[in-house]
Nanobody
Framework: QVQLAESGGGLVQAGESLRLSCAAS????????MGWFRQPLGKEREFVAT????????AYADSVQGRFTISRDDTKNTVHLQMNSLKPEDTAVYLC????????????????????WGQGAQVTVSS
């Protein structure tokens, strides 16, 4: 099993920045695609960003392109999401996810293709 734990959420004003981190443990290796998703209150979970393994390839939702950056540090089994120019509509619970090992070297945007999930971190952006 793989365990994921998010940190770094909080309350910020519009225009400010936050950095989320996801620490992986258990049977985790650097051959898992990683993703960030978010779920606003009362809404469906949606894709935010993904990073592949071994390729450095990343992909983003249109709504965060140019403002958010996903990165991974395989020496520390950690994935980060740098969020700049935050907007009130970015308010949500942000969840880290890991795909199956050795699959999706370029990452994946599909929720159903992730096997492991963290508990989530609340991000609230006030106007």
């Amino acid at each position: 099993q793989v365990q994921l734990a998010e940190s770094g959420g909080g309350l910020v004003q519009a225009g400010e920045s936050l950095r989320l981190s996801c620490a992986a443990s258990g049977r985790f290796s650097n051959r898992h695609a990683m993703g960030w998703f978010r779920q606003p209150l009362g809404k469906e979970r949606e894709f935010v960003a993904t990073v592949g393994w071994g390729t450095g390839h990343t992909a983003y939702a249109d709504s965060v392109q140019g403002r958010f950056t996903i990165s991974r540090d395989d020496t520390k089994n950690t994935v980060h999401l740098q969020m700049n120019s935050l907007k009130p509509e970015d308010t949500a619970v942000y969840l880290c996810a890991a795909g199956p090992r050795d699959i999706y070297p370029y990452g994946t945007v599909r929720i159903s293709e992730y096997d492991y999930w963290g508990q989530g971190a609340q991000v609230t952006v006030s106007s």
